[in-house]
Nanobody, 129 residues
Framework: QAQLVESGGGLVQAGGSLRLSCAASVVTFSRTVMGWFRQAPGKEREFVAAISWSGESTYYADSVKGRFTTFRDNVKNTVYLQMSSLKAEDTAVYYC??????????????????????WGQGTQVTVSS
């Protein structure tokens, strides 16, 4: 079993920045692909970003590309989502997710919720316009 705990959400003005953290109690975190998803009110959960074991490879949704950056610290077992130039449409509950250990990152499965086996409880991000 693994536990993921997100933090860093809050209220921010449009154009502002916010950094989310996800602390993972995964034994082999350094060999686990991590993902970020979000769910806005009345909408389905959608992919935001994914990051490879080492952090060298990342994928982003088109809607956040150039504004969001994900990175990880394998010593601290933590993955981060740095969000900049925030827009009102970024308002959502943000979730981090962990894939099965030793699964290689690929553009295909990493964008699907089914590609992940563990999920955090989510953290609310509200962007005021």
């Amino acid at each position: 079993q693994a536990q993921l705990v997100e933090s860093g959400g809050g209220l921010v003005q449009a154009g502002g920045s916010l950094r989310l953290s996800c602390a993972a109690s995964v034994v082999t975190f350094s060999r686990t692909v991590m993902g970020w998803f979000r769910q806005a009110p009345g909408k389905e959960r959608e992919f935001v970003a994914a990051i490879s074991w080492s952090g060298e490879s990342t994928y982003y949704a088109d809607s956040v590309k150039g504004r969001f950056t994900t990175f990880r610290d394998n010593v601290k077992n933590t993955v981060y989502l740095q969000m900049s130039s925030l827009k009102a449409e970024d308002t959502a509950v943000y979730y981090c997710a962990a894939a099965e250990t030793s699964k290689w990152l690929s553009r295909d499965w990493s964008r699907r919720q089914s590609g992940y086996v563990y999920w955090g409880q989510g953290t609310q991000v509200t962007v005021s316009s």
